[in-house]
């Protein structure tokens, strides 16, 4: 692994409309949350916005679809190979920036690098295609002299990316795989906090040639302006908190303009233990394995991680107990030691949010596990280390705050519930979540319980003993499957492998005679389902 060099901290350069520019104005700070050195600088003062749009959308959008979906996939490919090759610098920046274990890097790394490999099949598989048809030719006269057939065309416009903190790898990647694949050039800003970690890729990725100027466009600092040169064809993703995504989806963009807006905000997501998992069995234990899992990896800084543990109320004591004995052994402290499991929060404010959410859920909640005297491994009280701390609500329906406080770190809630229907509304009371995972001893029973979480969830894990060395994992956001939810998660669709495109592309019905329809299969293919 190659360290970070100690000199003064760069200013990191925008690429905007092909080129490399620094901000003018002041610089915001990047530092390591654990030594709380600086550890880079940005700003995006100064840019020429209007340049920077019109050159991704009128320059760099055609040139991407001058080419089909089968050799832009072929980009994906290359970009796959160039990340590869710089793997080791970016888990060094990921330690320093993030304040993150190798195992958590991976999660963001690897992470993106596995998506984007899997979007770089899924498109080679369309092979020349320039067009994507939904469905066959459908007749509206009676001679079938006249019809209709529904295209896709890759929107014409740039896919806008706000990022979150948390993931600053996969964050870009898993969002730039499915737009560049439809041919939409992409403008990325990265949350200040760890920008550091995509500037560097965009960086790698530019140098390597292997996309259209301007296809790539990264503005580190300040977002102001951006929505503001967001037109009608425009896709704007936005991941962060639904208090950010509220004020955004005031902005004339969406409320005037119309441009598509993709919400992925925070979520109060669930793992539930079915009535049949005592504490005897092998469900009770992938329960207990899954819950520590989510409050620690990435120090619980997953839009996906597990927030509230439902448990019959009779395995309450016995829930907390496993839960709590296994939460003593997670050594916290500088990811640069090798005994530690869990690093840092990504900053301080992050820490004071994180004990703030604490202290405000602890007026309904009983604290089970107590993370606020622990010792970290090389690190002080100043560094940005929050140990794990379980509460506990004994009846699940008492509670108001567990339900709707998303604290975005090593926090989760034991909640204990009546019978399984109360448990189903405890879980929908999240207002709409990224996902919920049901343990049992018995996949036919969950069923049920899998149809109506997903009423209220854009994703459902349901574990048994059977899939124990097969499973995903509650809070790994697979490509195959769809991530979002709706409601307070968002109401955003991403992944869920092609139907990711979908996002970046207009849906049209080209009426009119037999033989235009038809001419429009050629180079065409039909969009997988
Ligand atoms: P945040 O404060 O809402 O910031 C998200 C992004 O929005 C950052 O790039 C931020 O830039 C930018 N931003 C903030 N205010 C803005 C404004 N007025 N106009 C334009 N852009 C603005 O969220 P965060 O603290 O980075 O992320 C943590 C949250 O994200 C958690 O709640 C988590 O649940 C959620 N999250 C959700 C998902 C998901 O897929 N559903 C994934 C990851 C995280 P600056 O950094 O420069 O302020």
Redesign the pocket.
Known sequence: MTSIPHHAPPLLENHVAGHWVAGNGPATELKDPVTGDTLARVSSAGLDLDATFAFARDTAGPALRALSYGARADCLFRIVTTLQAHRDDYYAIAQANSGTTTNDSAVDIDGAIYTLGFYAKQGAALGDAMTLLDGPAVPLAKDASFGVRHVFRPTPGVALF??????PSW?LWEKAAPALLAGVPVIV?????TAWLTQRMVADVVAAGILPAGALSVIC???DG??DRIGAFDVVS????????A??KRHPAFTERSARFNV????LNSALLMPDASPDTPAFEQFVREVVREMTVKSGQ??TAIRRAFVPAEYFDAAASAISAKLAQVVVGDPRNETVKMGALVSMAQKRSVIDGIAHLRAEAEVLFDGADAVFVDAGPDSACVAPTLLGLREGAAGQRVHDT?V?GPVATLIGYRDLPQALALAKRGQGS?VASLFGNDAGAMHGPALALAEAHGRVHAIDPSVAKTQTGHGNVMPMSL???PGR??GGEELGGLRALRLYHQRAAVQGPAALLEALTQNGTQMPQ
Do not use: R, V
């Open positions: 706000i990022n979150a903190f948390n993931f964050g800003k990265p949350a200040t906090a600092g300040s977002a951006l929505l936005f991941t962060g908190s639904a208090e950010t995504a004020t955004l992925e905000a925070d979520s997953k839009c998303e975005f990224l991530h979002g939810g998660a968002g």
